[in-house]
DNA sequence: AAGCCGTGGGG
DNA sequence: TCCCCAAGGCT
């Protein structure tokens, strides 16, 4: 471990700490949603809409998912499709499906009961060492380290700790530091205030650290380095990929989607035909060729795109160009995870933030 | 270990 | 416009 966090740790006055970071949460702390009570399923749903998401976008699709799945019976015989569609949206979709199978390995496994120890807690799928932290921590008051992005940032400052916190491994030493320093007789409070701190005062750039509760404690602010710490490397640029999209109506009036492979991105999630462009051959050939070839299904298709539109992914970028087709046959027996849907229905499945955006424009083009 | 996995907001 | 970010986990 770092030699000169170690002295650090050792300076601070651990229970002055804790009692100024505590106090400073219990008057400022914001009301929000998953606060009302201590419900282990509340608590732990938030943790993983929370994870790697804003407060302010979380917080309208969690009252929503808590009314439609209040329970984590209600949430276990729920159909996934009404799971994903509640999450449409919020990105990061496999924290949905990991969600509802964790849930119901809860129901059938533990009674319904979230389980309380860190061994079978973190074994639930999409319950990584941050969320069991934060589940014992919050809804048991069990003294664990809950160690997220504005963990590492506080401590980072408040203990000069140069590691990359971008790096996997960095996350030890921060929980160690956290054993070290959590408020055995209140760990709920003690984690969600350095969060809430993270959040509100120690905020990546220009910290407000003259209104910090903990500022006495901080090494960065005697210093004057706060904008040195943390160290973040930052993350490759994103590639592009050109996609060709495709919409195809039937003689019933009803459109063309196709269901993503359960595996990967936007798994499960529905679409309209789509396909990387080879650059082989005229947009409108290649599209009319994996019509034929994917769906089984002759079709003209425009020559000349009738929307473009951009999506950035964390990792990639998605160049699209959006085409129409007419169908050229009667034969509409679809191969695959394809079918033919009305528009309510199309309303009614769970679409990727673009081809949402892409289905509202049609609908006003029509 | 490092790449994959979404989205919308802010500087 | 571009980049970074925001209560991470999985492989």
């Not at 929503?64 to 499709?81: D, G, K, Q, S």
């Not at 964790?102 to 009961?113: C, D, K, L, S, W």
């Not at 050109?242 to 936007?266: A, C, F, M, Y």
Request: charged fraction near 25%.
């Amino acid at each position: 471990m770092n030699k000169n966090f170690d002295q650090q740790l050792l300076k601070v006055n651990k229970y002055s700490f804790q009692k100024d970071l505590i106090e400073w949460f219990e008057n400022e702390m914001r009301e929000l949603p998953w606060r009302q009570n201590q419900d282990p399923y509340r608590v732990w749903v938030s943790e993983i809409m929370l994870q790697q998401t804003r407060v302010d976008t979380v917080i309208p699709f969690y009252n929503r998912f808590m009314e439609l799945f209040p329970t984590i019976e209600t949430l276990a015989y729920a159909p996934e499709e009404k799971v994903l569609k509640a999450w449409e949206g919020l990105g990061y979709y496999s924290r949905a499906r990991n969600l509802q199978s964790a849930v119901r390995e809860v129901h059938e496994q533990y009674g319904g009961t979230v389980p309380n120890t860190p061994k079978e807690i973190s074994s639930l799928k999409g319950v990584g060492p941050y969320t069991a932290g934060a589940i014992l921590s919050i809804a048991y008051g069990i003294p664990e380290p809950a160690v997220d992005g504005n963990v590492m940032r506080v401590l980072s400052r408040v203990l000069g700790i140069w590691d990359d916190i971008s790096k996997a491994s960095s996350r030890k030493i921060f929980e160690e530091a956290v054993r070290h320093l959590i408020a055995e007789h209140n760990p709920s409070y003690f984690n969600q205030a350095l969060m809430e701190l993270g959040a509100l005062i120690c905020s990546p750039t220009s910290p407000s650290c003259l209104l910090c509760p903990v500022n006495e404690h901080c090494l960065a602010f005697a210093e004057g380095i706060q904008s040195e710490l943390p160290v973040k490397t930052r993350k490759k640029s994103t590639k592009m990929i050109d996609i060709l999209t495709v919409i195809v109506q039937n003689q019933e009036g009803e459109w063309l989607v196709n269901q993503r492979p359960s595996h990967g991105l936007l798994a499960n999630l529905w679409e309209f035909p789509n396909l990387e462009d080879q650059q082989n051959a005229p947009t409108s050939v290649q599209i009319q060729e994996f019509l034929k070839v994917d769906f089984g299904l002759e079709a003209i298709v425009q020559k000349e795109p009738w929307m473009k539109q951009d999506h950035v992914f964390s990792h990639l970028t998605w160049k699209m160009l959006v085409f129409t087709a007419d169908l050229n046959t009667q034969e509409t027996n679809l191969y695959q995870r394809a079918a033919w849907k009305t528009e309510q229905e199309i309303e009614e499945i769970a679409l990727p933030v673009s081809h949402r955006k892409i289905w509202r424009q049609h609908l006003l083009n029509k």
